[in-house]
T-cell receptor, first 114, second 115 residues
Framework: DSGVTQTPKHLITATGQRVTLRCSPR?????VYWYQQSLDQGLQFLIQ???????AKGNILERFSAQQFPDLHSELNLSSLELGDSALYFC?????????????FGPGTRLTVL | AQKITQTQPGMFVQEKEAVTLDCTYD???????LFWYKQPSSGEMIFLIY??????QNATEGRYSLNFQKARKSANLVISASQLGDSAMYFC????????????FGDGTTLTVKP
């Protein structure tokens, strides 16, 4: 158990809908990262937050947005969902901003868009 | 831009033997870190080992060691005394100092340990 929690574990929805994925980092970790894992794209970094502020951005679509709240939990919002958004979405956390900081991954949320 | 290449889509190893999973990387940054993760069939990502670009010694963590050859830009994972529970997908990843938040992952290698 990495100490990172994600809810829900599974999510099934329809095209055009909007969903919210939630992540609670390990106790004491200030950085939260979101990743998307799909068969065709592999594991892609989406976005990083540190202590409530966006710090790094990857291949995140404009239809996707995220935020980190004062209690350090984070939410990833996916809107106008398409079939291709079906994937495993991981949240990870680390202590700070250094490249040496180990990222601990949550169990993931499997999103299926029908 | 950073790139990670894992050329072995699948590997087989006999139980109790050692196996090497290949990883080559490309970056123009001088300061970077290399990570290996394990993803069992259950789906979670488990951190295994880290190597910094300025580390002079190869990293080791229990049965895992990293064969770091900077000039060749390779960071191969060596698993000694393989166990059935080592069967999983293994990912090599990189983070650079100039963009430390972003991890770049390879496509992964599926390792199967045979009894």
């Amino acid at each position: 158990d990495s100490g990172v929690t994600q809810t829900p574990k599974h999510l099934i929805t329809a095209t055009g809908q909007r969903v919210t994925l939630r992540c609670s980092p390990r106790s004491g970790d200030l950085s939260v990262y979101w990743y998307q894992q799909s068969l065709d794209q592999g594991l892609q970094f989406l976005i990083q937050y540190y202590n409530g502020e966006e710090r790094a951005k990857g291949n995140i679509l404009e239809r996707f947005s995220a935020q980190q709240f004062p209690d350090l939990h984070s939410e990833l919002n996916l809107s106008s969902l398409e079939l291709g958004d079906s994937a495993l979405y991981f949240c990870a956390s680390s202590a700070g901003l250094a490249r040496t900081d180990t990222q601990y991954f949550g169990p993931g949320t499997r999103l299926t868009v029908l | 831009a950073q790139k990670i290449t894992q050329t072995q889509p699948g590997m087989f190893v006999q139980e109790k033997e050692a196996v090497t999973l290949d990883c080559t990387y490309d970056t123009s940054d001088q300061s970077y870190g290399l990570f290996w993760y394990k993803q069992p069939s259950s789906g979670e990502m488990i951190f295994l080992i880290y190597q910094g670009s300025y580390d002079e010694q190869n990293a080791t963590e229990g049965r895992y060691s990293l064969n770091f050859q900077k000039a060749r830009k390779s960071a191969n994972l060596v698993i000694s005394a393989s166990q059935l529970g080592d069967s999983a997908m293994y990912f090599c990843a990189m983070r650079v100092n100039t963009n430390a938040g972003k991890s770049t992952f390879g496509d992964g290698t599926t390792l199967t340990v045979k009894p």
